[in-house]
Nanobody, 111 residues
């Protein structure tokens, strides 16, 4: 059974950066696509970025230029680097793979 654990969230000021991580256990993580989502208060879920098994990536247009997604299959980890954070980026960020999802990590951006 797949288990996904996110980490790296926190409170930052506008313009700051965070590196979120999604670590998997229970599966061969390297052969699966991984998707990062976010859900802010009162908002619908938004797709942030995704990465395929071979490293191909997709980033939502809303965050393009500020987000980098990468994977380290040796560590069963997918990372999400978010730069130039804005208050509207405040949300619970979580990863999903193989039909499962983690509990998420909270990102709060405020001055």
């Amino acid at each position: 059974q797949v288990q996904l654990v996110e980490s790296g969230g926190g409170s930052v000021q506008p313009g700051g950066s965070l590196k979120l991580s999604c670590t998997a256990s229970g599966i061969n993580f390297g052969v699966h696509a991984v998707v990062w989502y976010r859900q802010g208060p009162g908002n619908q879920r938004e797709l942030v970025a995704s990465i395929g098994p071979s490293g191909g990536t997709y980033t939502a247009s809303l965050l393009k230029g500020r987000v980098t997604i990468s994977r380290d299959n040796a560590k069963d980890t997918v990372n999400l680097q978010i730069n130039n954070l804005k208050p509207e980026d405040t949300a619970l960020y979580y990863c999903s793979a193989v039909g499962g999802r983690g509990q998420g990590t909270q990102v709060t951006v405020s001055s």
